[in-house]
Structures are given as C-alpha cells and as structure tokens.
C-alpha cells in the first residue's frame, strides 16, 4: 500500500514593510468592500490579522533581488502604506508574509479571494452579541467594524426569535428576511406556531408572517392610538410590537381592550369641557359615518374679535415675516436661525387667527354638538347643528286680507287656461278697497314675463339671479327668498361608500362648503345684497362650487340612467379627471377585499404582468387580497368604472361650397364670398 504524500506548507517569514511591492497578477481589480481608510484604521486597532502572500522577485538572470511582489493581499498593502505615509508605521517594520514560490501568481490571487466566505449572517448577530455582553456598546460595535448602529441594532434584534427559528435559518430552511419578520413579536411560543403553520403554508412572505405574529392588534398609526398617545398607553401597562427592519408606523398595541378603555375614557373627559358650554345635546362617538350631518341645519357662530394686544401683536409678527421674506428673497438657502424664526412666527400668526367661535343664547337652547376624533388623532367637535324636531316653529305671516300664508308651502301655478269668472264688484265709496285678486295675478303675470325678457338680455345678472337662488338651495336651510325657480339638487352619500370622509378629495369639498359657508351672510335675507358687493372672481368660484354640488355620476343598480352616466364621462374626459392624481389607490376596503379571486389576479396581471399574477394565483384569498395591495401600491391601476377616456379629437370641419340651387352645373366654379352668392342668386 502507497502511502499518501506528506503537504509542506509554503514558508512563513517577517519581511520589512521597504521590501515589499505590489504584483500586476494581482486579480482584483475593482474596489469592493472596507475602504483602505477604514482597513488602515482596523490594523491600527487589532494590528494585522492576516499574512499576506509574497513571491520572490527575479532578475533576469533568475537570481532573487531581495525584493518581494504581492499577488494576494493588495488592500492590506496599502493600509500599511497609509499608516506609513501617516508616520504611524516604520518603513522597516517586519510584515507577516507567507512566501510561495510553486504555481502562477494569479492562481494565488484568485485562490485567496474565491475560497475566502463571507460571514453569515447569523455569526455576525452572535459576534455582535457577545461582544454586547461583554460590556460593549452598539456604538462601539459599529466603529469596530466599520458599520452603522443601526445594522448593529437590527442584529441583535435577532435575539428575539427562537433559538428553534435560528437554527432553521442556519440551515437555510428560511431566508434572512423571513427571519426579521419573526422579531415583530417577541413571544417565542407563538413564534414557533406560526413557522409550523406556515410549512404547510404556500405564502410565507415576510409581510404574511408579520400578518400572522400581529393579528388582533391596532396599528400605531390608528387614529384611536394617536388619540390617547403611545407614552400614555404604554405606562397604563399597554405593549407596543415594533419592527426595527421595516417601517412600521410606531409598530403594533397588542392590548386592543386597554386602548378602547382608554379611548373611551379620554373622550369622556373631553366631552364634558364640551358640555359645559351649553349645548342642547351632544353626540361622542370614536368616529361618526360621513354625510351624519346632511339632515340638519348648521347654526354658524361668528370668530371672537382679537383684542387691541392681539391686533398688535399680529401686525408686529407680519410686519418682521414679511422683512425676513424680503432681506432673504434672493438666497438659495434660508439660514437655520432665519427659517426657525419664520416658523415660530408662522405658528404665532395661526394661533392668534384661529379664533374661538361665539354663538348666541338661543343657539346654544336648540342646537348640539358632535364630539369625535379625526383622522391624525386629534378631537373633532362640530358644533351647531340643529335637529328637526328642535327646530322652533315658523311664525305664519299674514296677508292684507287677514288670511295666514304658509311660507313652506308651494307656489300656485299660474295657469292661462284656467277659467276666471269676472265678479262684478263694487266700488267702495272711499276708493281705499285693495285690488282684487285676479287682477293682481294678471299684472303680476305681465310683469313677471317683463323680468323674463329683461333678465335674457343681461346675462350677468342672470348669472347673478341663478347663483342667488343656487345658494339659497344648497347653503339655507330655509331658502324661499328668491323668484328664480332653479332647484338644484344635490345628492348626499355616506352609506354607499365606507370610509368616504377619509378622501383627500371628499375633504377638499367638505373644505369648500366650510370656507364658502363662513363667507356667506347668516340671514338669507342679506344674500344678494353681499353677492353683489362680491368681485367677479369670487361669484365665479361660488358659482363652479354649486354646480359642482350637483353632479351626480353614481351607477346604482335600481336606478339606470345611461345617459346620466355617459355625460359624465365625457365631462371626466372635459376636465381630464385622474383618479389615481386624486388620491384613490385599490386597497382591500376600497377594491379588492369586495372582488373575486378572478378578478384580483386580473388587475394584478393587468399592472405587473403575467408573472406578478401568477406568484399570487396559489394564494388563499385573504393572503391574495394582501399581497395584491402590496403589487398593486403604485402601479397607477384602475378599476374601469373609474378610469377616465381621453378625449376624442374633433374631427376637421368639411370645406362647405356656395352653389346656387338653380342652373349651376356641376362644372361651375364654387361661389368664394357672400357677395358673388347674393349675385348668383339675383
């Protein structure tokens, strides 16, 4: 039997740092990795680590020169070239070197690098934890190995997932970001539950299992959860579940009961500041449906006055704003101090103009209050708001006759056929007996088809006219003060669509009624004499608003109106409506959790393509509907009863001839202008 050949080791000597140079057979020729910089700083620390590899130069007659060449190790090189350049490192100092002198160069080189793995993941966490116990800090931990805190933090993150799930990863029975996903919950029990369930799962993504580890729990980012505030739900004893490797919003409040409690309990307490007013009634309510208030009418209260300090005080704050926009209006960067300052002037200016809103007595006896929170998390109170049945009675007016008039109810119409008996009436012997009806209604009639022709040769005051009566209409809840019969109608949804109120667009609108509402006179009665002191600019924008109020393009299944629906579109395609710049995107309450399995995979195909679809077709359809939001996020995609056509081009105008409708025979020339016609025609 042969026995094996014995290895010998290639040599291992110290060479002065002067003898050494670098080897063109060096194979790495691209930057990757530690900086020379941090690697010169690295050997400064821990000195060096790893020999480097050497090969004898030869001369041209094979002798050797004394000088060495560095095929493998070129980096390291370097770094101690720094520190010498840096006087930190002698010239002479002896470097560690492995001399090999059989083989290729190259081969050395590429040996080195190829056979050299990187560390796993998981020995770096257990690296950095070890050192972490010993008393060293994350900060400490990323200057020793030249990386930031924060992937020193989301390593020894790791440390909260089972030791049964590591070693499943260490095995590659999962990937890294699988693994992080485990560390939104630290409860290792349940950890593991979930991994056994998702083996027999076909969606183990990182978002499901972050689904699975916070199901039951509110998100920071709820409205309820902003309203109490995390610091104050923590110290009631409440736990948060956060994400150090993705952004999580503030992260997940896992005692869902204790918030509600809480909520419940903060509203209480700010409702009764509320109650101390005066109110008639008031309604508390985590959140309240959009449109809860179409029904009733809205008593507006008038903003308390600033005093003669307040005054001052603003002036004083606009006048230095407006210095500072002008000393800085050519510079490219505001300085620190200078943007500071105009931030705090900008607050001061909102407080003082945020002023607290007064109403009357009699305001306060009929009308109530809604107490609620917004969608930020702060308290949201509307006030003023009057329900039918405390609506005080209206008062009948009585006419010359004594007779009452109901002022709700409709106007007679007037009739030209209609027969009218002529009564033979006597005259009084004072002459003071009112005019009879029926002449009234005649000269009425004739006056008011007068104000028909007028009104048709002023088109601005008609304008005028019809916007006083739109307003009327849309902004009192008793508006009968105008002889224009126009009755707008505006439709109110809520219920048709959850969620409604939380649109960018639905409260771009709600903004409008407010602003147009407080520009408006309280009384009816004081409406046209304000619409006319108004500048056309301002009649322009109120009257696009009422109209605005009135469209209605909604498809409803009892109510089929294609025609409705068919100038909506070409309105949309008009205004170049995109509902995506608008703010809608397909989420699970908006689109797909109301879809079919079919149906997602549909929109999915159609935005990303047959193999975004096709990654997704496995899933359960609560995991599909997820994953879809997540595929979809971005992407622009539409449903088709929101996506809006582009309008179609008109087409070019035919070139019309002028011939004459007698002899002109097909031969003629056309008639160019107007006057050889009438010629042609005589």
């Excluded at 560095?70 to 520190?83: F, N, V």
């Excluded at 909520?263 to 959009?290: C, M, N, Q």
């Excluded at 009357?360 to 998390?377: K, P, R, T």
């Excluded at 077709?617 to 995991?623: Q, R, S, V």
Aim: aromatic share 6%; net charge negative; glycine share 6%.
């Amino acid at each position: 039997m042969t026995r094996p050949k014995k290895i010998t080791l290639s040599a291992s000597r110290d060479i002065p740092f002067n003898k050494l140079v670098l080897s063109q057979s060096n194979v790495r020729k691209v930057k990757a990795g530690v900086s020379i910089e941090e690697l010169a700083e690295d050997i400064a620390r821990r000195t060096l680590l790893l020999s480097i590899t050497v090969r004898p130069v030869i001369d041209d007659d094979g002798a050797e020169t004394g000088m060495f060449e560095i095929p493998a190790g070129g980096r390291r090189y370097r770094a101690l070239e720094l520190l010498v350049k840096q006087r930190r490192l002698n010239k002479t100092a002896p470097v560690p070197c492995i001399v090999r002198t059989e083989g290729l160069a190259e081969e050395d080189s590429l040996a080195e690098n190829i056979q050299r793995a990187p560390l796993h993941p998981l020995d770096q966490f257990r690296a950095f934890q070890a050192m972490r116990e010993k008393g060293k800090s994350e900060e400490e931990i990323a200057a020793a190995f030249f990386v930031s805190v924060g992937v020193v933090k989301q390593r020894l993150k790791l440390a909260a997932v089972s030791a049964t799930l590591l070693d499943a990863y260490a095995e590659e029975e999962m990937t890294l970001d699988q693994l992080m996903a485990f560390t939104v919950n630290p409860d290792h029990e349940r950890q593991e539950q979930v991994w056994d369930a998702l083996k027999q799962h076909y969606n183990k993504q990182p978002y499901e299992i972050r689904r699975m580890l916070t199901e039951g729990a509110v998100r920071a980012s709820d409205r309820r959860a902003q309203f109490v505030g995390l610091d104050n739900y923590v110290e009631a004893g409440g736990e948060v579940l956060r994400d150090l490797f993705q952004t999580d919003d503030g992260g997940w409040l896992q005692d869902a009961a204790l918030l509600e409690t809480m909520v419940s309990e903060k509203l209480k307490e700010e409702t009764e500041a509320i109650r101390a007013e005066g109110w008639h009634w008031i309604e508390v309510g985590t959140d309240f449906p959009y449109g809860h208030t179409y029904d009733l009418r809205r008593i507006r209260g008038e903003a308390e006055p600033m005093s003669e300090e307040e005054d001052a005080t603003y002036t004083a704050l606009k006048a230095e704003y407006d210095k500072l926009e002008d000393d800085y209006a050519e510079a490219d960067e505001l300085p620190a101090e200078v943007d500071e300052r105009l931030g705090e002037i900008e607050t001061a200016m909102e407080a003082l103009q945020n002023r607290p809103i007064r109403f009357e007595a009699e305001d306060y006896a009929i009308a109530g209050a809604f107490v609620s929170i917004d969608g930020s998390g702060g308290l949201r109170v509307e006030r003023g708001y009057v329900r039918p049945e405390d609506e005080p009675p209206v008062e009948a007016e009585d006419d010359p006759e004594g007779t009452t008039v109901d002022p709700d109810a409709d106007d007679a119409t007037v009739d030209a056929s209609d027969p009218v008996t002529d009564q033979d009436e006597e005259d009084d012997d004072d002459g003071t007996k009112p005019l009879s009806d029926r002449l009234i209604c005649e000269l009425t009639v004739h006056r008011t088809m007068a104000l028909r022709d007028s009104l048709a040769n002023d088109p601005q005051l008609a304008m005028l006219a019809c916007l006083h009566a739109m307003v009327l209409q849309l902004f009192y809840h008793y508006g009968q003060d105008s002889c224009v019969e126009i009755s707008p109608r505006s439709t109110q949804f809520g219920s048709q669509a959850p969620n409604l109120g939380e649109a960018q667009y639905v409260q771009s609108i709600d903004l409008g009624i407010d602003t147009w509402a407080g520009n408006l006179p309280k009384q009816p009665e004081d409406l046209w004499d304000a619409l006319t002191e108004w500048d056309n600019d301002s009649r322009d924008a109120l009257f696009a608003h009422c109209v605005a109020m009135t469209v209605n393009a909604v498809q409803e299944p009892h109510h089929r109106k294609p025609r409705q629906i068919a100038h909506a579109d070409i309105l949309a395609s008009t205004l170049g409506l995109d509902m995506v710049k608008a703010g809608w995107t397909p989420t699970a309450d908006s689109y797909l959790g109301r879809v079919t399995k079919a149906q997602i995979l549909a929109a999915v195909r159609e935005a990303k393509g047959d193999k975004g679809a096709d990654r997704i077709a496995g899933f359960k359809k609560p995991d599909m509907v997820d994953a879809a939001e997540e595929l979809l996020a971005g992407s622009g995609w539409l449903p088709q009863p929101l996506r809006t056509a582009p309008l179609a081009e008109e087409p070019d105008e035919p070139e019309f001839e002028i011939v004459d409708d007698g002899d002109v025979t097909p031969d003629e020339p056309a008639v160019e202008d107007d006057e050889a016609a009438l010629q042609a025609a005589e």
